[in-house]
């Protein structure tokens, strides 16, 4: 059955410094990923998908995810975090038992000034 | 463009009452659509899914039921409310190939008093 991990339930770093957000899946099949984020009482934003393309992928907000297959991971990454980018990421898998995605259990992102 | 639209935003109710939440999507026919509840710490937990309308399908055995009386409509209800059914609840939708991940509404939070 696929599932997804992702390391650590709350991360901090301080504005300007790296953002790296770990998942890691399971899955019998090639998967699709995808990476959400939350902010406060709001609904989940798509922010990039792998789907078999090219193993890095970018998305909005100046972040991007690399799938490494020998690893089963994709971790999403920031070059550099802006106060704006504080929030609840969740990573996401492709092939639940009703063709649903499985989804992590969520990182929140605290960004200091 | 597709959209999709969830209400209400807060609802706050006693135990015991009766639920209707309603989700409806534009610009798009025949999508699966799904919805999610998301209580304190425990990342999204999948409720119902439906591929048609009238076709339902649960995860969770629960006091909470799912109706699609129209191709883009999806209603979550319950007869009677417990304390453990606050949360916040999310409707979401993807295409049939469901590569393109969900597109999420803004939730609801409810609170069970």
């Known amino acids: 059955a696929q599932s997804v991990t992702q390391l650590g339930s709350h991360v901090s770093v301080s504005e300007g410094a790296l953002v790296l957000l770990r998942c890691n899946y399971s899955?019998?099949?090639?998967?699709?990923l995808f990476w959400y984020v939350q902010y406060p009482n709001q609904g989940l934003q798509l922010l990039l998908k792998?789907?078999?393309?090219?193993?890095l992928v970018k998305g909005i907000n100046g972040f991007e995810a690399e799938f490494k297959k020998s690893e089963t991971s994709f971790h999403l990454t920031k070059p550099s975090a802006h106060m704006s980018d504080a929030a609840e990421y969740f990573c996401?898998?492709?092939?639940?038992?009703?063709?649903?995605?499985?989804f992590g259990k969520g990182t929140k992102l605290s960004v200091k000034p | 463009s597709q959209t999709i639209h969830q209400w209400p935003a807060t609802l706050v109710q006693p135990v015991g009452s009766p639920l209707s939440l309603e989700c409806t999507v534009e610009?798009?026919?025949?999508?699966?659509l799904y919805w999610y509840r998301q209580a304190a710490g425990r990342g999204l937990q999948l409720l119902f899914y439906?591929?048609?309308?009238?076709?339902i399908s649960s995860e969770v055995p629960q006091n909470l039921s799912a109706s699609r009386p129209q191709d883009r409509q999806f209603i979550l209800s319950s007869k009677k409310l417990l304390l453990s059914d606050s949360g916040f609840y999310l409707c979401?939708?993807?295409?049939?190939?469901?590569?393109?991940?969900?597109?999420f509404g803004s939730g609801t939070r409810l609170t069970v008093v």
């Open positions: 610009g798009t026919s025949n999508p699966n």
């Open positions: 899955s019998s099949v090639p998967p699709y």
């Open positions: 439906s591929v048609g309308i009238g076709q």
């Open positions: 979401a939708w993807s295409a049939i190939i469901n590569s393109g991940g969900y597109t």
């Open positions: 996401a898998v492709s092939g639940g038992s009703q063709g649903n995605l499985i």
């Open positions: 792998y789907t078999s393309a090219a193993t």
